[in-house]
């Protein structure tokens, strides 16, 4: 059996709807936390899936998360060997770091429901499915494109939303697995400083989800079947 490797960086930020495209594409599904006393010394390279979840921390800020440091460098091994990973939100600006590229504050919060808009790149990959539907962005940092990737989809406040590396290589920096996940509510309490930097309250943000989570993760679900469907194992 295939297996994936989920690893979290918070527990409030799983793999929500990404689970059953996962799981339909036969990968058993095992789930790691960063503060796990294994996860220093979890293989990287072996599964034959790896996602990576968000997390509020920035990958710049090893001195508060001494593990960053080393996930990075192991996910670099990873990537240098072409293994199947997806980095959602901090998970792609890990991807990114691993690739070489600079991880930075953006300058301001992106947080709430909001289309990407993808280049011609995008449109002929499997992020065709969420064009044009809102989708939930939660995040203040951002990153240069890495060497080698293709960019795929932007938004007007952050030019570097998706990118891939091939077949096997996919960062995303909007959460399209989040819309039905009752940890919204966790992102509501723990977070509402971003909520207001970026000019929102909770309750627009609860109504927004209501309205467009639904379609939001189902089409993100179509989003990563495909993409599972493309790896070169």
């Not at 793999?15 to 594409?25: D, L, T």
């Not at 599904?29 to 920035?58: H, K, N, Q, S, Y």
């Not at 990873?78 to 939100?89: H, I, K, W």
Request: with cysteine; glycine share 12%.
């Amino acid at each position: 059996m295939k297996r994936a490797l989920v690893i979290r960086h918070v527990p409030v930020e799983g793999v929500a709807g990404f689970r059953a495209p996962i799981e339909a594409a036969g990968f058993i599904v095992d789930r790691i936390d960063v503060t796990d006393p294994a996860f220093p010394e979890t293989d990287m390279v072996a599964p034959d899936l790896v996602v990576m979840m968000g997390g509020p921390m920035g990958v710049y800020e090893t001195d508060r998360h001494p593990w960053i440091a080393c996930q990075i460098r192991r996910l670099g091994e990873r990537l240098a060997a072409d293994r199947p990973t997806l980095g959602v939100c901090l998970g792609a600006q890990m991807m990114a770091a691993a690739l070489g590229a600079r991880v930075y504050p953006g300058g301001r919060q992106e947080v709430g429901f909001a289309p990407v808009s993808l280049n011609g790149k995008g449109a002929d990959s499997p992020l065709r499915h969420v064009e044009g539907l809102p989708m939930l962005h939660w995040h203040g940092d951002t990153f240069d494109l890495p060497g080698g990737t293709e960019l795929l989809a932007s938004t007007d406040h952050y030019a570097h939303q998706a990118f891939r590396r091939g077949a096997n290589i996919l960062a995303l920096q909007f959460h399209a697995e989040m819309g039905e996940d009752p940890r919204f509510e966790n992102w509501l309490e723990k977070w509402p400083d971003a909520i207001a930097a970026a000019g929102g309250t909770a309750d627009e943000l609860r109504a927004h989800h209501d309205a467009h989570g639904p379609n939001a993760v189902a089409a993100g679900r179509r989003m990563i079947a495909e993409w599972l469907e493309g790896l070169r194992l």
